[in-house]
């Protein structure tokens, strides 16, 4: 998935898929190769294939979804374009674990939901992190949720511009604090029906959301990685 979408953001044009599929065929074949020879028994192999061949068309379809807009996303745009991508992928990791684990089908189902709410949530830790090196273009949730505060968005962009280092999540409140307000508020509802699978799970997951927000920071590095870009101490 990482591959398909740094590819085609550092195109010229949108690729075609069969373009798409020859740039990420060397990380495919080493993951394809990985399940080949595992231990996995011959139906469970042939299941997660057909699962990789499914994301991969999904992804591209998801991806595609930018060359239709007209401007800046709105946030109902950029959620789309995050669920088909980021979405996708989490049902496919889901659907991935369950044929491997043998997980009982009666499970199945909540278990997507499950970590498909996941992983929208950490998306949003994700384009957070990435609110200065992002631009709306690129389905960034955060850029789009300021695109409905344009004032706060003005205060924000400029601020993020002058400074090198600090804690995000208080700059943000202090120059953005309506759209930080939302932005939480909508986290709040990606979270709140794991309560619905697991109790444990949703206050779990809610616990660490709101640690790497707090411990957000910004970072000047070239080697700014998600990891590297949350301050734990």
């Known amino acids: ?68 807009w007209r401007g800046d996303p709105s946030f109902e745009e950029a959620y789309s374009y995050r669920f088909n991508t980021t979405g996708i992928f989490s049902q496919a990791v889901a659907d991935l674990w369950c044929i491997a684990t043998n997980t009982p089908e009666d499970k199945r189902s909540s278990t997507r939901e499950a970590v498909t709410h996941i992983g929208m949530a950490i998306q949003y830790v994700d384009d957070f992190l990435d609110i200065k090196d992002d631009k709306p273009s690129d389905g960034n949730l955060v850029h789009a949720v300021l695109t409905e505060h344009p004032d706060e968005r003005t205060r924000i962009t400029n601020e993020l511009l002058n400074r090198k280092e ?68």
């Open 166 to 233: 600090g804690r995000l999540f208080k700059i943000f409140n202090r120059f953005a604090p309506e759209s930080t307000r939302v932005l939480m508020k909508r986290l709040d509802e990606e979270i709140s029906p794991l309560a619905e699978i697991s109790v444990r799970t949703e206050r779990t997951v809610r616990g660490l959301i709101k640690l790497m927000f707090s411990k957000a920071i910004l970072t000047d590095s070239n080697d700014g990685s998600f990891y590297k870009r949350i301050k734990v101490l």
């Open 1 to 68: 998935m990482q591959d398909f979408d740094n590819f085609i953001d550092t195109s010229d044009y949108f690729p075609s898929l069969a373009e798409t599929k020859e740039a990420v065929a060397s990380s495919q074949t080493r993951f394809l190769r990985t399940i080949s020879e595992s231990s996995l028994s011959r139906d469970k192999k042939e299941a997660i294939f057909k699962n990789i061949a499914f994301l991969r068309r999904e992804a591209y379809k998801g991806l595609q979804q930018k060359e239709e």
